[in-house]
Structure formats: structure tokens, C-alpha cells
């Protein structure tokens, strides 16, 4: 019985100093697999460099078949016409297999000759285009399932790059998060040029609203029809992208704010 014992103690013992034996073996595969998961865990990837970022989300749009919705704060600035127009190609190519893209870009693309006619041929070709005056998160979120955001957690990471977020419920919180995004935008359809949103009649009405007037009141002061009032503010409501004449007050102080 001792002997039985001492054979399976000596072949325990055996496996383990194995098992030691691959240590070093298994470290030297660490720089290949688990930066991608030191931080991110398992339902986000890591994607150390600009190239990598714009990779997989090709590879992702290759196989997209409902959505693409990105947010792209940056102030636009003068980029290889052949660059801009792969990325034009890319959104004719989604929108042509039936997928919807909607895009919020620095309302500063108003001033950008070279982006301005990029983003009029997008939208010419069905995509949905809206600007935004405020400071947003840079994102894009692929059939609700795939979610590509700039790096803030790897220290001293190069620029643009990023992660790759597959979690469903952090996804699907992006989603919502950019909902409340283009809401709050101005759509780039009714807006062709800077200070292009509204006519002046429709900036005197809100000025005579910000200033504590009823919309009823209105109409005397600036010499308009109670009705006249009620379509100029229909049509600065489509112009800007809201549904309310509050939140229409809302853009309006966003407006006076910059």
C-alpha cells in the first residue's frame, strides 16, 4: 500500500515540475494574446495603431447589413482627396446594399470646402448627415452589435487608436447615447452653409421667445398673423432637427452659447 502511495506521489510530483517546465513558453505568448485582454477583457479587443482600427472596422462594414452610425468630433482639416473619397465609396457601397448610415460631424464641416462637398454627395446618395456645436465622443456603432471607441484606458497609446467593444450591453448603451446625440443635432440637409439654419424672421421670432414673449404675444410686436408665427416656428423646428418648440429654444441657446 505504502509503495502505491509513493508512485502516485512521485508521479504528481513529476506533472508538476512539467507543468513548471512550460511557464517561460506560455509568458513568451503573452505579447501576442493577452494585451488584448490585460485591460478589456473578454468582450473588448484592444487595437494598438490607427491602421489596425481602420482594419477591422472594414472588415466589419464588409459584413453589415442594417446599420452604421458614427460620431466624428474632430475639427476637419485637409486630408489626400483620395483618402476622402475611399471613405466616399465606402458609405455609396452601404448605402447602395441597403444599410442606413447616420453620421454627426463638428458643425466646424461647414466651413471646410473640401469635407462640405464630400458630406453633400454622401447625403445626395441617401445617407443622413447632421452637425453638432458641442463637445461629443468619437464613435461608431456597426448593426448595433459592434462598437469602435478612441483609447482611454492604455497609457502613452498611439493616436487613433482604440478598442473594439462587442459587449452587447455596452454597445447597446453607445446606441442610446448617440440617439440623444442627433437629437440634439442639426441635420445637414436643412443646413447648407454657416449661419444657413434659419431665415431671419425665424431667428427675430426665437429672439422675441428668449427674451420671456408668449408665441401668442408675438405676433403683434414683430407685426406677423398669430398663424405666420405658428409656420415660421414649424419650419425652424424641421430646419434644426427638433420636434418641440422647447427643445427648439434649447438649439437656439446652444447657438447663442458659442
Known amino acids: ?27 513568451g505568448l503573452a505579447g501576442a494574446y493577452d494585451s488584448h485582454r490585460w485591460y478589456g477583457g473578454p468582450r473588448s479587443e484592444w487595437l494598438s495603431t490607427p491602421d489596425e482600427m481602420n482594419g477591422r472596422i472594414a472588415q466589419v462594414l464588409r459584413e453589415a447589413a442594417s446599420e452604421m452610425l458614427t460620431a466624428q468630433p474632430g475639427a476637419p482639416v485637409d486630408r489626400d ?35 462640405r462637398g464630400h458630406l453633400v454627395s454622401v447625403t445626395e446618395a441617401g445617407a443622413e448627415v447632421a452637425t453638432l456645436r458641442e463637445a461629443f465622443p468619437r464613435m461608431v456603432i456597426i448593426d448595433g452589435a459592434h462598437l469602435f471607441i478612441d483609447n482611454h484606458v492604455m497609457p ?5 487608436s482604440g478598442w473594439h467593444v462587442y459587449d452587447r450591453a455596452a454597445v447597446a448603451w453607445a446606441h442610446a447615447s448617440f440617439e440623444q446625440l442627433w437629437a440634439r443635432s442639426a441635420r445637414w440637409q436643412n443646413v447648407q452653409a454657416p449661419g444657413g439654419v434659419l431665415t431671419e424672421r425665424q431667428k427675430m421670432i426665437l429672439r422675441e421667445l428668449d427674451e420671456g414673449e408668449s408665441q401668442q404675444g408675438i405676433g403683434p410686436r414683430l407685426g406677423l398673423a398669430e398663424r405666420t408665427v405658428t409656420k415660421e416656428l414649424a419650419a425652424a423646428k424641421a430646419a434644426v432637427g427638433v420636434r418641440t418648440v422647447f427643445q427648439l429654444m434649447g438649439w437656439w441657446g446652444r447657438q447663442q452659447g458659442q
Do not use: F, W
Open 1 to 27: 500500500m505504502a509503495q502505491h502511495v509513493m508512485t502516485d506521489v512521485q508521479a504528481a510530483i513529476t506533472r508538476a515540475v512539467q507543468c513548471l517546465g512550460e511557464v517561460p513558453a506560455i509568458e
Open 156 to 160: 502613452n497609446a498611439k493616436q487613433n
Open 81 to 115: 482627396p483620395e483618402v476622402l473619397s475611399r471613405g466616399m465609396g465606402s458609405v455609396l457601397d452601404l448605402v447602395g446594399r441597403g444599410v442606413a448610415v447616420r453620421s454627426i460631424y463638428n458643425a466646424a464641416v461647414h466651413e471646410h470646402t473640401l469635407t
